[in-house]
């Protein structure tokens, strides 16, 4: 799924070298507050040798604007650890948070408050309503905190309340709402504030299957509305290529590795990004694009489809024309050939440890 | 199936000898029956000593206190007193209606018409105005401590013992240091209730706030906000019901401990007139009076337990004053309507002396009736138990039995047919695998045979200590050594192993039949909705009123106090006892259900081995509420350490009444840790989280 609005080449968050230890004396494993070290593995032994606990290593990553960026992990891999980096809930050992270019970590304690009230939203896996207050006014929360006057923060939430479709339910109390219900007041509430990055921490983990689909419909209605520059963590990999940009898997407090849903389909870093993708259904993640394979041969006389088309819907054009398809771009040029033959190649890319030569 | 005999049963064999050795060698080394008068250590004439000290060169700061704080409760009692009756009850009548509905209201009128138709107005409302003021008190310094204690784990480490110290003094014996330093009146019965009172405030604050989930906190804190606004807007509404049920429990702690302080006099309150009338033997009166204080807890009660569940559905939005304010305004205009009309309508004011109804001289001749026609039944009970149960636990098989009392006398036959038994009870148990079955069987013959009063001091010191390191470990067995010795060193070992004896029958009584009808209630609905107002009732009785109905049928003595004990007890018994049963998780009763047991073994094999934790924290409770009424049941005559408390308070020796109050506490805060430990050990084991 793309959303391709927004200038996707501005970074808006960018995460250098993070490291987070906890432990007795976690500072004594760096020289500075920058978290760049010559060897981050042999750091990493380290620590763990000394009986700390790593929970994030050496983590990079850049989220541009408009970007939607999973990060996806099995529990106690570290993901809501950095996500919680990332907004300084918990405070990094060492390393880099820029926000706008700025270095968050070296914010005053009340210019970061004044950040959280007006540039960050977020989401809680278990919600994190206010329980002694009902929807409007967990929703407007964030807004009282600031100081704004009744009338107008209720004005705002209403808008926010419209948004995620809970008219009728103002004077509700969080109890009595179902778990999809209380998730939606906790996205409206992220959103009061109208931020610019959102954090969204297993939004969708303590709901039902068919719920949690709907959710992330939803989700991407609204950003799709919304254009914010996303952080969303989940440990659902089906999940995350469903909504991703761009994704990251993490293990053992580190990045395996990071890219488009497909390039990870395509290629994984290793044996264990291979065991994700494996049950993944290629052929509706797949696109022309992704197939396609430059030719110097003519391809006036094959059929065109377009770059974005799911490879699921050129199957039985493939599986009858040994020549396969011309592939073209936005711009109207042609990228290459999409032929049974690249199809296969580019799936054992995926499948097989050793990298198949082009 | 043959158990191997490990490390624990031969500790526990070693202890058993030296028992056994000490038993022998008593009646030629004399200090080890009795510990020697020489080597008492005398504390409580230092105690007296700094006491004293204080007294003399700071009483004039205390009663500087006492001065300012008379001020506040004479001012709500004037006007409590001034207003007419029917203003007061109005209102109350309309908070009751907000804190829980139509029916509380109804309640709450019909209990104060009763105050005002028997003709304690005066009395009562001398005891809420003295309420009134400790209840705020109370809940201030509580949740000032709570928040403190959140903040600094520190502070919590210190706060938290002395919270165990405060609930498990005994409540006589701090009103004697504070009579000391802040002089005879009202205010003694205020500060001992505001430091009653506080202590459950501040377990519920830091509970509280500790309970709200750390992504409120954080969403809290994603939203902006300030530290300040973070705890006043974040973590203090999320936690307000549990602090509602710390201002709920700490205005009963608050009430039973005016009514309990006004033993010391001259107060002229509700409590004072119980009192005396139980001095008098008029129970009639006493019955009345107390169910004046019983209302009134209830009506207290009610109302704070109201509050704090109340679900706040109010609609937001569009409301005017006059809808926000409702009651208020209904309040207000209430009063002054009252108050006009009762300027007319005197008996509105003051309900006249001639329409009081008093029903206490037809109460004293059924009852004295009752006594004439049912004596020989009530002697039999009284004597059953005093000869069967109370006298074996106390001095022993070896004396208890006589002819005059069991119709035989103790023979050579007789005792080695019983230590035959014993021992094959123990062999059995212990080859059957479950030695600690043995070993408390062997104990419990040679407590028995003897007498717990019959016991060397250093065998049951050393049973404590080793008990609390199979249980708690090093430290708790370091803990019941230490509080052991200090009872004994301090020489009121005596009284505090007639208290122990008077408290440990009570305990096992209600326990067990507490357990009883708690397992009853689990299975059977109707036995659980008749169960439940009865305990409701019994727990929010302040301790003075439960010796009425016991004193009238047994008069003064320690069965009397055995059974006020027990009716007190037994209500943790049979709530945990339910509890524990119907909390079990559903899996495992499907579980043993498809494998086909049966009732009976569902029960005892099943149900009541995982329930047993929960079971124990009822044991704790039953404990500590069976000390508790001990140390008020001294008002009827026993022989323990509370009825030392209650001379050392009448005489006004503050040394010997506090030292036998720490004894108590004593007691009370070992009991309190071994049944604690077991239960969390035995929940570790199941794999089932401490609740």
Same mark, same amino acid.
């Given at each position: 799924m793309k959303t391709s609005t927004g200038d996707l080449n501005t970074v808006k968050l960018s995460c250098r070298n993070v490291w987070k230890v906890y432990g007795q004396q976690p500072d004594q494993f760096f020289n500075s507050a920058e978290g760049k070290v010559e060897n981050a593995a042999a750091l990493s032994s380290r620590i763990l040798n000394n009986d700390h606990i790593l929970a994030n290593a050496d983590v990079s990553f850049d989220v541009h604007v408009g970007e939607i960026f999973v990060i996806m992990g099995l529990s106690g891999s570290g993901k809501s650890t950095i996500v919680r980096c990332l907004s300084r809930l918990v405070e990094p050992t060492a390393g880099e948070i820029l926000l706008d270019g700025e270095? *968050?970590?070296?914010?005053t304690d009340a210019e970061l408050i004044d950040i959280r009230r007006h540039k960050m939203g977020m989401v809680f896996q278990s919600f994190g309503l206010m329980p002694h207050l009902n929807v409007i006014d967990n929703i407007a929360f964030p807004l009282k905190i600031q100081g704004i006057a009744e009338a107008d923060r209720y004005a705002q939430a209403s808008r926010v309340i419209e948004l995620v479709g809970?008219?009728?339910?103002?004077?509700?109390? +969080?109890?009595? *709402?179902?778990g999809g219900q209380q998730q939606r007041v906790g996205i409206a509430r992220s959103l009061a504030v109208e931020p610019d990055v959102w954090f969204l921490d297993? +939004?969708?983990?303590? *709901?039902d299957p068919l719920i949690r689909k709907q959710m992330q419909d939803e989700f991407l209605r609204i950003q799709s509305k919304l254009h914010k520059s996303i952080v969303f963590i989940t440990h659902d990999f089906q999940e995350a290529l469903r909504i991703a940009d761009r994704m990251a898997i993490m293990r053992d407090g580190a990045i395996v590795q990071i890219g488009r849903p497909v390039d990870l389909i395509l290629s994984p870093a290793d044996d264990y990004i291979r065991e994700f993708t494996q049950d993944v259904p290629w052929e509706s993640i797949l696109r022309a694009a992704d197939i396609a394979k430059p030719t110097r041969k003519k391809t006036a006389n094959l059929p065109v489809v377009n770059e974005d088309a799911l490879v699921e819907t050129l199957l039985s054009q493939l599986a009858s024309s040994a020549d396969g398809v011309a592939v073209k771009a936005a711009d109207g040029s042609i990228l290459g050939v999409a032929s049974a033959q690249s199809l296969a190649a580019a799936l054992a890319s995926g499948v097989s440890s050793t990298a198949v030569d082009e | 199936m043959t158990g191997t005999f490990d490390r624990h049963f031969f500790h526990w064999i070693g202890v058993v000898g030296v028992t056994v050795l000490c038993l022998w060698l008593q009646g030629d080394w004399k200090w080890l029956s009795e510990y020697p008068g020489?080597?008492?250590?005398?504390v409580s004439d230092w105690l007296n000593a700094i006491m004293d000290w204080i007294v003399k060169y700071s009483g004039w700061f205390f009663l500087g206190v006492s001065w300012v704080l008379e001020w506040p409760i004479d001012a709500v009692r004037v006007v409590l007193n001034a207003l007419p009756w029917s203003v007061t009850t109005f209102v109350v009548c309309v908070v009751a209606y907000a804190a829980s509905g139509w029916k509380l209201s109804l309640f709450a009128f019909l209990s104060m018409l009763y105050m005002v138709v028997i003709g304690y107005w005066f009395e009562s409302m001398n005891t809420l105005s003295l309420v009134a003021i400790s209840v705020p008190m109370a809940i201030v310094i509580g949740f000032s401590f709570g928040v403190w204690g959140f903040f600094s784990k520190r502070a919590e480490r210190v706060i938290m013992p002395m919270l165990d110290l405060f609930q498990t003094v005994?409540?006589?014996?701090y009103l004697l240091p504070i009579l000391m330093l802040f002089?005879?009146?009202?205010v003694v019965g205020l500060i001992a209730s505001v430091m009653y009172s506080f202590p459950p405030m501040v377990r519920n604050t830091i509970v509280g706030l500790r309970g709200v989930s750390p992504e409120v906190i954080e969403s809290g804190l994603m939203s902006g906000a300030t530290q300040r606004q973070l705890f006043w807007q974040v973590r203090v509404p999320s936690s307000m019901r549990q602090i509602l049920l710390g201002v709920n429990q700490a205005t009963m702690a608050s009430l039973s401990m005016v009514i309990i302080a006004s033993i010391i006099g001259g107060t002229e309150d509700i409590g004072w007139e119980v009192l005396t009338q139980i001095r008098k033997a008029q129970f009639g009166e006493s019955l009345l009076a107390g169910l004046v204080i019983a209302l009134m807890a209830m009506v207290i009660d009610r109302i704070t337990a109201g509050l704090a569940t109340r679900s706040d559905n109010y609609e937001t939005g569009e409301k005017t004053f006059i809808q926000r304010y409702r009651l208020w305004i209904i309040a207000a205009i209430g009063s002054i309507v009252f108050g006009l009309i009762a300027q007319i309508a005197a008996p509105l004011n003051d309900w006249p002396r001639a329409w009081e109804i008093d029903p206490s001289d037809a109460m004293n001749s059924s009852l004295t009736y009752l006594i004439v026609n049912f004596r020989p039944q009530i002697e039999a009970i009284k004597t059953f138990a005093f000869f069967f149960v109370m006298l074996p636990a106390k001095i022993g098989l070896q004396q208890a039995v006589s002819p005059f009392t069991w119709g035989f006398a103790l023979t050579t036959t007789h005792k080695i047919i019983y230590a035959a038994a014993i021992l094959g009870m123990v062999t059995f148990l212990s080859l059957r695998g479950s030695q600690k079955a043995g070993i408390s069987v062997l104990i419990s013959g040679i407590v028995i045979y003897f007498g717990l009063a019959g016991m060397p001091w250093p065998a049951l010191v050393l049973i404590g200590a080793v008990a609390g390191l199979k249980i708690g470990g090093p430290m708790l067995a370091a803990g019941t050594a230490a509080g052991l010795m200090f009872i004994v060193m301090t020489g009121t070992w005596s009284e505090a192993i007639l208290s122990i004896y008077l408290c440990g029958i009570a305990v096992v009584l209600s326990f067990v039949a507490g357990s009883a009808i708690g397992i009853w209630a689990a299975h059977n609905e109707t036995v659980s909705r008749v169960v439940r107002p009865f305990n409701d009732t019994l727990q929010t009785m302040p301790l003075f009123v439960l010796l009425i109905p016991f004193v009238m049928i047994f008069k003064i003595g320690e069965f009397t106090a055995l059974l006020a004990i027990i009716a007190y007890a037994i209500v943790p018994a049979i709530r945990y006892g339910e509890h524990g049963l119907r909390s079990l998780p559903d899996t495992v009763i499907e579980a043993a259900t498809m494998i086909g047991a049966t009732r009976s073994q569902m029960l005892w094999q099943v149900k009541i081995p995982l329930a047993l934790p929960v079971m124990m924290l009822g044991l704790n409770q039953t404990i500590m509420y069976g000390i508790a009424m001990l140390v008020i049941a001294a008002l009827v005559g026993t022989n323990g350490l509370e009825q030392i408390v209650y001379i050392g308070l009448s005489d006004g020796d503050f040394g010997v009444g506090i030292v036998a109050g720490i004894g108590m506490a004593i007691i009370a805060i070992i009991a309190d840790r071994m049944t604690n430990a077991w239960s969390r050990k035995r929940q570790q084991e199941l794999g089932l989280s401490p609740s």
């Open positions: 270095d *968050l970590l070296k914010k809970l008219q009728g339910r103002e004077n509700n109390y +969080p109890r009595e *709402l179902s297993e +939004p969708f983990s303590a *709901l | 020489d080597w008492v250590v005398p005994p409540t006589f014996a002089g005879f009146g009202t």
